[in-house]
């Protein structure tokens, strides 16, 4: 929670996070993918050390593992993800209902996936991939034709620039940096940019400043006033970007004068990991996105490509229900839009999010037939019409305690009907 809140901070943003047009998209989306896709992919999670033991590990393998620079190297140079499939990925990403994509650009262990003109060690100069293919540009065109926006993230951190580690150099390092992010704006015109690494560079020698912070978001939104960015840009509680950025967690009540956004793995790992096998439950997944939709943030929910390219088949198995879930009966009305509620308190049963003169309570334990669903009210609210979204079952509205009753009529709603969509009185 406090990564999302943030403390107090700068904003340099060019105006209102809450209210730009510049941010309309982002509020209006509210569900993104995030795909960890690096030179560490093709590990796929495992090193095996010169003396035969295995050490496992995902996007950090590099650092956890200790792997000398010159090894971590040489199995870059044999990384050749021939069947990434941006049009794929895309799809994968739409049919989810996710409305935008944060992509690794560049990761701590330094290795950028597009040809930077800033040094070789990226996916064009360092690997065995076909050398006329540029995934972000792939990326950048399947996604403006599926009406997708397209963000990178970027981590100021870099275990493999020694400019970086070396506070005498680390200038020359800010200033490729700074290259390396202008090639990105001007080569792919991303809508977003997600920072990463700045909370720890290389502690206790922690360059990267509060100076550093605010400069780099001046740099980038004079490269591009329309770029939203993340809060990790600079220094957390300093420096606050558009938006927070709790990490594997839900902020467990709305965050108070910040935008932010969850993003959360489909097991336990960023990066591909073929020993991972701790997938969350479809069931489970829709609820987080019920619960951040409730307490009014957005959800990026991340992919990791194996080796190949290859997104993991349980990873499109879930995103693939949850896009179902949120097709049906208008599911999606609940999210993409919505606001934290506001009115009422978030009840045990499920969440409930707002837009406009609608409240959506979205269910996720049914009480028995004819046993009601109790809300707790925080301000007046008065309901004209309610129903299960889907089932088409009126559902009765009463005063009880300290909030209302609602009850759907007849039996247990279906399984796939889980929104009650209330209607409140027109505000004047
Ligand atoms: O260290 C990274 C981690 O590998 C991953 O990229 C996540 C995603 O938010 N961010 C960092 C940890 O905060």
Not at 152 to 166: E, V
């Amino acid at each position: 929670v406090a990564a999302a809140a943030g403390g107090p901070g700068t904003n340099h943003a060019v105006d209102d996070p809450f209210t730009s047009e510049r941010t309309s998209w982002y509020r209006q989306d509210k569900f993104g993918m995030f795909i960890h896709f690096g030179a560490y992919s093709n590990l796929e999670g495992a090193y095996t050390r010169p003396d035969g033991s295995v050490c496992e590990n995902a996007e950090w393998i590099m650092r956890q593992c200790a792997i000398p620079k010159e090894a971590y190297e040489k199995q870059a140079a044999s990384f050749d993800p021939a069947q990434f499939d941006a049009k794929a990925v895309v799809k994968a990403a739409k049919d989810a209902g996710q409305r935008y994509i944060v992509f690794t650009s560049k990761h701590h262990d330094g290795y950028t996936m597009w040809p930077t003109k800033q040094n070789r060690w990226n996916l064009r100069d360092h690997s065995s991939f076909d050398k006329r293919r540029d995934l972000l540009a792939e990326l950048k065109k399947e996604s403006d034709a599926a009406g997708i926006k397209l963000g990178f993230y970027y981590s100021i951190w870099d275990w493999h620039d020694p400019d970086f580690a070396d506070p005498a150099t680390f200038p020359r390092y800010k200033k490729r940096m700074y290259a390396q992010l202008k090639e990105l704006v001007d080569s792919y015109d991303p809508a977003l940019f997600w920072f990463d690494g700045e909370w720890d560079t290389d502690n206790p020698v922690n360059r990267w400043s509060r100076r550093d912070g605010a400069e780099l978001e001046t740099y980038l939104r004079e490269l591009n006033p329309d770029l939203v960015i993340n809060n990790r840009v600079g220094k957390r509680g300093v420096v606050e970007g558009d938006f927070g950025t709790p990490e594997q967690e839900i902020p467990d009540a709305p965050v108070a004068g910040q935008l932010w956004e969850s993003c959360m793995t489909l097991n336990d790992s960023w990066g591909y990991a073929a020993h991972d096998t701790h997938w969350k439950s479809a069931g489970r997944l829709v609820r987080n996105l019920n619960d951040v939709a409730g307490r009014g943030g957005n959800f990026l929910l991340n992919i990791g490509p194996d080796r190949l390219g290859r997104v993991p088949a349980p990873s499109l198995d879930r995103l693939a229900a949850m896009g179902r879930w949120l097709r049906t009966a208008g599911q999606g009305e609940s999210v993409y839009g919505s606001e934290a509620a506001g009115l009422v308190a978030e009840p045990s049963w499920g969440s409930v999010s707002r837009k406009g003169d609608k409240l959506y309570a979205a269910v996720h334990e049914w009480p028995g037939a004819g046993k009601p669903l109790h809300l707790k009210t925080e301000a007046p609210v008065e309901v004209t019409g309610a129903r299960v979204l889907g089932s088409g079952q009126r559902v009765a509205v009463a005063p009880a305690g300290d909030g209302l009753d609602l009850t759907p009529s007849g039996t247990a709603p279906a399984p796939a009907s889980s929104v009650i969509e209330l209607s409140l009185k027109p505000t004047p």
